[in-house]
């Protein structure tokens, strides 16, 4: 029993501490003296505090790398600590990092530097975390509400900017509506299957006697619950305004961990539980990765606000990794499946910090300076800053050799030997209309006029530099990184 | 076969399907949220025919008792003046409308073709305590220990980012 | 089964009788002579000040939620106590952390002052 309950505790323990970590932080803050420079509202934070919340999540990520290989399962297999889940838990982490790192400055700037946000980062973490450990459908759920209340908490903390309480309120809304559908989705499966750990779904799809109809129903909502999270089309429509209206570091993690943590999840869920419908459910996964890409990008093309061109791309993003789970059914491609997607959300991640240091160094109080035009002239004022964003660009774009080559690459690749070749082109074609408009950002950057001011702020700047040189190094090693996303596999039970 | 209990099931249904459709087309909010009051209502005796009572306790403690309560309080903040706020439908009613039925109709369909729809299920045995096998349940270490933990960091979540978003700052602080 | 339920019918059965027949019975010996000064909303007997619907300060909502949040601790303490002492002292443990770190919100909101009223 007291083993037992060791051997679970032992499973989750980067989870535990993280969490815990994040509740003293919560209590250490209130007595914390204040440095009173960085608020407007009488709201304060002290300097130590995101330190300490720094230190919280590497002590996390440093017994995650301690425990790399050593798969471990808990609570009667509710949550699996394997590969797959070290690998997405480090990409979080990391995230967390370099969102702390982007936030430091910019909250002070604007004046709304708050203690709290670094814990409710924390708590969001956590939830993002346990979504890659969860076997069960129960724990996807609640480390779902985890992660997302305190994003939606963050994305409004620029309260009274009615922008940001606007994109808090739009993505409550919709997000409280789309956690009533995974609900549901999850409520009609355990009405098909009896359970609602994947372990036992497996079992009873084995045994035959389930309820076909309930369980496509169910794995239909829970693409829509989960689908919103990771903003695809048809599920989009919180999307801009919400990554518009979030103060810019909050947008930068949201894009990130939430996008990771929701393919996390899908990808569990669906490799593991339902790869008996393939036949059903790939069709459904092709038509939502193809709109998606289809819209996405185009709609990027008419932005001319570059939070809202990156939200878009965003999405257009979220339709290339959806492609990775459309062949997830076939014999042997579950793992190429799993690979490329994981491959892909690196890729993703360090392109997309990389590209959100620049616009928060260029962002200006009052939510100027976020225009497409106040780029122009960034390469000769800002040479350092300018080439972040070109690598960052051309990345997105996909333009070999970068890292966004590379990981479309195998996403393609995964796609084409799945005998998908139609969603394949799609993918090509859009990258073809992607390449417009992140291509204008750079023209406006070199080819025109214009006296564009940037903050120099040390670990904005460290951040910045960090990203790019990642997507650089990662490029030119790009096997290492697909070697360990290719062992990440799901451990099954 | 007309049995005691299918009569009030059918009485509850209707009050409370009735009920939840004055909440969606009550043209004053406060009506609309003592319609909801009815419809929750509804709901807990529904869960207590299925010999769920701890969740028709459940129902009333938390939904009747604490979020209609928050549900008017957010009427009474946000409301200026008049709570008459005029008719409830938009231009796409009718396209929800279809769409619902659609929806409606689809997991009617899923429902009654399963073969253990028709199966009426056996009453629980009287000695069957089922308050006591969820609280087994929820501290059980191959049961539920890891979400009832994993309830109370969201709702520690849940009360930082309230007080976050409307938390009246101090005007010495302002 | 549904026997189990007849004391909370019948409760429920007086408790809407009785305030019917208070109603009823105001209505059917009660004096009614209307004037416009009695239609208006009652407050405290003052001449009534503004509108009857202002809004409400956010206080309300910041404790309405914090009710929420405990009112739900107690519905995951309820099952608990029923067999908390078959549980032995996992169970006891269990509750505990469920219980600190619910304790870590009220030390915050107290220190915020978002308990406070001036």
């Given at each position: 029993m007291i083993g037992d309950i060791m051997t679970s505790l032992w499973a989750i323990l980067p989870v535990i501490v993280l969490a815990l970590w994040a509740c003293v932080l919560l209590l250490v803050d209130l007595w914390l003296p204040k440095d009173q420079q960085g608020s407007q509202q009488g709201e304060s934070n002290s300097p130590i505090t995101p330190l300490l919340a720094a230190l919280g999540m590497l002590t996390s990520a440093a017994i995650v790398i301690a425990r790399i290989g050593q798969p471990t399962m808990g609570f009667g297999g509710m949550m699996m600590a394997d590969g797959f889940s070290h690998f997405i838990c480090l990409l979080l982490l990391a995230s967390g990092l370099v969102t702390i790192g982007l936030s430091h400055d910019y909250m002070k700037r604007l004046g709304i530097a708050r203690g709290e946000y670094y814990v409710l980062l924390m708590f969001s973490l956590s939830g993002m975390m346990l979504m890659s450990m969860s076997a069960d459908l129960i724990m996807v759920f609640l480390s779902l509400e985890l992660l997302s209340i305190p994003l939606y908490v963050m994305a409004g903390i620029a309260t009274p900017r009615p922008s940001s309480e606007e994109a808090a309120l739009k993505y409550f809304l919709l997000g409280a509506f789309a956690s009533g559908f995974l609900v549901y989705g999850i409520g009609l499966v355990f009405g098909a299957t009896g359970s609602t750990s994947l372990q036992q779904i497996v079992a009873v799809?084995?045994?035959?006697?389930?309820?076909?109809?309930?369980?496509?129903?169910?794995?239909?909502?829970?693409?829509?619950?989960?689908?919103?999270?990771?903003?695809?089309?048809?599920?989009?429509?919180?999307?801009?305004?919400?990554?518009?209206?979030?103060?810019?570091?909050?947008?930068?993690?949201?894009?990130?961990?939430?996008?990771?943590?929701?393919?996390?999840?899908?990808?569990?869920?669906?490799?593991?539980?339902?790869?008996?419908?393939?036949?059903?459910?790939?069709?459904?996964?092709?038509?939502?990765?193809?709109?998606?890409?289809?819209?996405?990008?185009?709609?990027?093309?008419?932005?001319?606000?570059?939070?809202?061109?990156?939200?878009?791309?965003?999405?257009?993003?979220?339709?290339?990794?959806?492609?990775?789970?459309?062949?997830?059914?076939q014999d042997g491609l579950s793992a190429d499946s799993v690979a490329s997607a994981l491959f892909y959300l690196v890729a993703y991640a360090f392109t997309n910090f990389a590209a959100w240091a620049v616009v928060i160094a260029l962002e200006q109080a009052g939510e100027k300076g976020l225009e497409l035009q106040d780029y122009a002239g960034l390469g000769r004022k800002h040479p350092a800053l300018a080439a972040v964003m070109a690598v960052a660009m051309l990345s997105f774009t996909g333009v070999p050799p970068t890292l966004g080559f590379v990981g479309k690459f195998y996403l393609f690749r995964t796609v084409l030997e799945g005998g998908h070749v139609g969603l394949a082109l799609i993918g090509v074609l859009t990258s073809l209309v992607s390449a417009f408009y992140y291509l204008r950002v750079i023209v406006v950057m070199y080819m025109q006029e214009g006296e564009p001011e940037a903050r120099r702020e040390p670990w904005l700047q460290a951040m910045a530099y960090g990203s790019a040189i990642g997507v650089v190094a990662l490029s030119i090693f790009s096997a290492p990184l697909l070697f360990l996303a290719s062992q990440a596999v799901l451990k099954l039970f | 076969m007309i049995t005691v209990s299918l009569i009030i099931f059918l009485i509850v249904a209707v009050i409370t399907l009735g009920s939840a459709l004055m909440v969606v087309t009550a043209r004053n909010l406060v009506h609309a949220a003592l319609w909801l009051v009815v419809a929750l209502f509804g709901v807990a005796i529904l869960f207590g025919l299925l010999q769920a009572g701890f969740l028709a306790v459940v129902q009333v403690v938390i939904y009747i008792g604490a979020i209609v309560i928050l549900i008017i309080f957010a009427i009474m903040l946000t409301q200026r003046n008049a709570l008459e706020i005029g008719s409830r439908f938009n231009e796409n009613w009718g396209w929800a409308l279809g769409i619902s039925a659609l929806v409606f109709a689809a997991l009617v369909w899923a429902i009654v073709s399963w073969p253990g729809f028709h199966v009426q299920a056996q009453p629980l045995d009287a000695r069957f305590d089922s308050v006591a096998e969820l609280g087994k349940a929820l501290v059980a270490s191959n049961g539920y220990a890891l979400p009832f933990e994993l309830a109370s960091v969201l709702l520690l979540a849940a009360l930082i980012g309230a007080i976050v978003i409307a938390w009246e700052r101090k005007p010495e602080e302002r | 089964m549904l026997q189990d339920y007849l004391p909370i019918v019948i409760l429920v059965l007086i408790a809407t009788g009785m305030a019917g027949l208070v109603v009823l019975l105001g209505h059917l010996f009660g004096p009614r002579r209307p004037s416009a000064r009695k239609a208006q909303p009652y407050e405290s007997g003052m001449r009534p000040i503004g509108p009857g619907t202002r809004r409400m300060p956010i206080r309300f909502y910041l404790i309405a939620v914090l009710f929420i949040l405990f009112d739900i601790e107690i519905v995951f303490l309820l099952p608990w106590a029923v067999v908390f002492k078959k549980l032995g002292l996992f169970g006891v443990a269990e509750m505990l952390v469920f219980i600190l770190i619910l304790l870590v919100g009220y030390v915050y909101a107290w220190k915020k002052g978002a308990l406070e009223w001036e």
């Open positions: 799809v084995q045994s035959g006697n389930y309820n076909l109809a309930l369980i496509l129903g169910g794995a239909a909502l829970i693409i829509t619950g989960l689908g919103f999270k990771v903003a695809i089309v048809p599920f989009h429509m919180w999307t801009p305004d919400a990554y518009q209206g979030a103060p810019s570091a909050v947008t930068a993690f949201m894009s990130v961990g939430a996008k990771t943590a929701g393919f996390a999840a899908l990808l569990r869920v669906f490799v593991l539980a339902f790869p008996a419908f393939s036949a059903d459910i790939t069709p459904v996964l092709w038509g939502l990765a193809a709109l998606t890409m289809v819209l996405g990008n185009f709609a990027a093309i008419a932005q001319r606000n570059i939070k809202r061109l990156l939200a878009y791309s965003s999405i257009a993003h979220a339709g290339y990794i959806m492609m990775a789970l459309v062949p997830y059914g | - | -």
